[in-house]
Structures are given as structure tokens and as C-alpha cells.
């Protein structure tokens, strides 16, 4: 598509690619930071048992419910 059919200059289109590039790659880097810390925090042995969590979110899951019955 052309900047015209997008009713835009092509200055206008060229710092909107470059904006979302730049945004795009920011985005890459966080994650990727992300990952790393979750990678050397599980290598540490900073882990919860799948059963915890499970029980950690059937709580929490419960309290929804019981103020939502509440508020009724």
C-alpha cells in the first residue's frame, strides 16, 4: 500500500514503522531479561509445587466467589 491509499505522508508512515520497530524491539529485550531471570530463579531452586499453586489459586478462586455471593 502506498501513503497515499493510507491518506499519510510518507514521513507520517516511516516514523509510524519506526516507532513500532523501536517499541517491538524494547518489547524483545524485556522479555527476553524476563526469561532469563526466571531461567537463573528456577536453576536456583526458587520453585512452588504445581499442587501449592494449585491450592493458592482454589483459594483465591473461593474468596471471588464468596464476595460475589456477598454482594448479591
Not at 532469563?36 to 466467589?65: D, Q
Amino acid at each position: 500500500m502506498t501513503a497515499k491509499a493510507h491518506d499519510r505522508t510518507v514521513a507520517q508512515l516511516l516514523r509510524d514503522f519506526m516507532r513500532d520497530y523501536v517499541e517491538q524491539a524494547e518489547y524483545d529485550e524485556w522479555l527476553r531479561a524476563m526469561v532469563e531471570s526466571s531461567r537463573a530463579s528456577a536453576n536456583a531452586g526458587n520453585l512452588v509445587p504445581a499442587a501449592e499453586v494449585e491450592a493458592r489459586f482454589a483459594a483465591r478462586r473461593a474468596e471471588t466467589r464468596r464476595r460475589l455471593e456477598a454482594s448479591k
